[in-house]
């Protein structure tokens, strides 16, 4: 038979681990994308698991313009996700994967060759 002391240590660590986690995973994101680019964004997709998500946006964002970003997500902050844009023949050209902390991210820059975020 455990004592008390044992269960009660037991008991607090495991609500400590079920406080403790969901700071490590997102929920509701809020943050603005930046097209520093000359380019018309199209796209927002983001890495899950081997997969990539749907487009987030279902509009499209002209060089120079900023527009406020939401979505849920119930992951990890660490998140790879890739941004497309319109290519002179219409199609959609894919940019590179890049990672990042969208519990952090307040702005996501994209500027033609790279997405960076503050």
């Known amino acids: 038979m455990k004592s008390l002391a044992t269960k009660t240590f037991a008991a ?11 700071a490590a995973y ?4 809020k943050f603005d994308i930046k097209n520093d680019s000359e380019y018309i964004i199209d796209g927002f997709y983001t890495g899950e698991g081997n997969e990539w998500s749907a487009n987030w946006m279902n509009f ?3 060089g120079g313009e900023s527009a406020n970003m939401e979505f849920n ?7 790879e996700f890739y941004v497309t844009w319109e290519g002179e023949d219409g199609s959609s050209i894919k ?6 902390n969208i519990c952090e991210a307040n702005t ?11």
């Open 12 to 22: 607090l660590a495991a609500a400590a681990t079920l406080i403790s986690v969901p």
């Open 26 to 29: 997102a929920a509701g994101q």
């Open 60 to 62: 499209k964002l002209n």
């Open 73 to 79: 997500y119930d992951g990890p902050c660490d998140i």
């Open 95 to 100: 940019g590179d994967e890049t990672t990042i």
């Open 108 to 118: 996501i820059y994209f500027d033609g060759k790279q997405a960076t975020y503050d």
